[in-house]
């Protein structure tokens, strides 16, 4: 029997910036093992979700829990122990330019370790941290560029180094933002198969955004459809009319195209 309790659970989420409502009473969840595709226009609040869901947009309003857990209005030790068990892959890869590929991936647990950063160092890691490390490092198929720096790998190669380190963190659910973005469309594929195989493999959960609408239906199980800051479209991919997924980019997309987006402090 699949566990009914979703792993991430926003409710009727507010969020503002200024007198402007960017996130307009979100309401959606990502059940376990679940791999949700965000789509939505450029500006409709995808990003600002994103944040949201790390506890890092000003929520006006609504919550988020990870595994039941509240993020938004959370104390800084509950906060900090959730983000622990998000991983996230973003679009220019985020690695350390002064580490190498397996010292990033070791930055993966960093946050569960006591002396912090150190744990990157080969002399400090723990010996099952940099076995684990190397088998990330493998899972990717990048065991033999372990000592190289992300300057000395392309940026498809650099990417599966974030993927190697979110494997490393052991994450409840993976918050992929634009995966792809940096990368050439054969690229971007490969790193897609990747982290989809990957997340399936370890039965993670994911929420991740893409602009590319034929790789969410490829790729994802559920389609969340962001417009001007509402959810418009929240269905399995298989059940899709292709023009729902159209009128996501047709006419007010952006917050500030729409009516009502003023707040009451305007
Ligand atoms: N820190 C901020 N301060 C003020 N306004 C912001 C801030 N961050 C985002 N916004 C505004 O919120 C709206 C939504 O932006 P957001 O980045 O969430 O959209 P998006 O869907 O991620 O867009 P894209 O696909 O281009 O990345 C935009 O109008 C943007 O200008």
């Given at each position: 029997m699949t566990d009914p309790a979703p792993v991430l659970d926003v409710s009727d989420l507010h969020v503002s910036y200024g007198d402007l409502a960017?996130?307009?009473?979100v309401t959606f969840s990502v059940g376990r093992g679940e791999g949700v595709v965000l789509l939505g226009a450029n500006g409709s609040g995808k990003s600002t979700l994103m944040r949201a869901i790390n506890g890092l947009a000003p929520a006006a309003s609504g919550q988020v829990s990870l595994d039941g857990v509240?993020?938004?209005?959370?104390r800084r030790a509950p906060l900090r122990k959730a983000r622990r068990r998000m991983g996230y892959v973003f679009q220019q890869f985020n690695?350390?330019?002064?580490?190498?590929a397996f010292q990033n991936v070791l930055f993966g647990v960093m946050g569960q370790r006591p002396l912090g950063i150190l744990n990157c160092l080969n002399s400090v890691a723990r010996g099952e941290d940099r076995e684990r490390a190397l088998d990330c490092l493998d899972r990717v198929g990048l065991a033999d560029r372990a000592q190289h720096r992300p300057t000395e790998l392309s940026g498809g190669q650099q990417q599966r180094v974030a993927i190697a380190r979110m494997l490393m963190q052991q994450p409840s659910l993976v918050v992929a933002d634009e995966?792809?973005?940096?990368?050439?469309p054969k690229a971007g594929r490969e790193v897609l198969d990747l982290l989809w195989r990957i997340v399936d493999d370890e039965g993670l959960s994911m929420l991740c955004t893409l602009h590319q609408l034929d790789l969410a239906q490829e790729y994802g199980d559920r389609v969340i459809g962001l417009k001007a800051g509402k959810v418009l479209i929240d269905a399995d991919t298989d059940s899709i009319d292709p023009a729902r997924l159209d009128a996501l980019y047709?006419?007010?997309?952006r917050p500030e195209d729409a009516t009502g987006a003023k707040t009451a402090a305007a």
């Open positions: 960017i996130l307009r009473g509240p993020i938004i209005g959370a690695l350390v330019p002064q580490l190498s995966p792809i973005a940096s990368l050439d047709e006419g007010a997309s």
